[in-house]
């Protein structure tokens, strides 16, 4: 499987970004895409997921202001980011693994995704 992400960029405080990742070479399900960040000296973190048949996952501080979503004719997954704040600021990776992931706790360890795109640069400014 690859993953191919995008739509990164720099906007000011309060503004919008739709990220896209765009997978290739998967042939069947259950599966799960994601999207983690990682800001410079900080642990990768989730961000959010949704599961082949529409299941969604946000991290508590990004609740209410994305939202994640698929279009499995185009084999893509987005990211809408409104409100944006100068803490949302990372490199956003998009990520997958074949699996059924039954927990939040699963979902959510990066440890759990066998395939991940590169990274997209979010910046945002204050």
């Known amino acids: 499987v690859q993953l191919q992400a995008s739509g990164g960029g720099s906007v000011q405080a309060g503004g919008s970004l739709r990220l896209s990742c765009a997978a290739s070479?998967?042939?069947?399900?259950?599966?799960?895409m994601a999207w983690f960040r990682q800001a410079p000296g900080k642990e990768r973190e989730f961000v959010a997921a949704i599961t082949w048949n529409d299941g969604t996952y946000y991290a508590d501080d990004v609740k209410g202001r994305f939202t994640i979503s698929g279009d499995g004719a185009k084999n893509t997954v987005y990211l809408q980011m409104n409100g944006l704040k100068p803490e949302d600021t990372a490199d956003y990776y998009c990520?997958?693994?074949?699996?059924?992931?039954?927990?939040?706790?699963?979902?959510?360890?990066?440890?759990?995704?066998?395939?991940w795109g590169q990274g997209t640069l979010v910046t945002v400014s204050s």
């Open positions: 990520a997958t693994v074949n699996l059924n992931l039954k927990s939040r706790m699963e979902v959510e360890a990066y440890g759990m995704y066998d395939y």
């Open positions: 070479g998967r042939t069947f399900s259950p599966y799960i």
